[in-house]
């Protein structure tokens, strides 16, 4: 997983706290993680695992794959369907 996929992941994963009206807090809470936890994961500071994910997901009333593909989603460019750079050959 590269580094641009976990920003992804996290500002999508932030972007679903603030929709639902969450604080880390309160993600964290629901979610059974530390505060600290939710914050890495959100600035793509941690290698999230798909089990944590998981539980974040469903913290946040989503299913898992809306926030996987979301973060897909941002990893090919709007000018060409290629996949960004680091994720070429992996």
Known sequence: MTRHLLRALGNNIRAERFRM????EELAEKSGFHRTYIGDVERGAKNITINNCAIIATALCLPLSDLISKAENCLFTSDSNEPD???RGK
């Open 85 to 87: 750079i680091e994720m």
């Open 21 to 24: 009206g969450y604080t880390q």
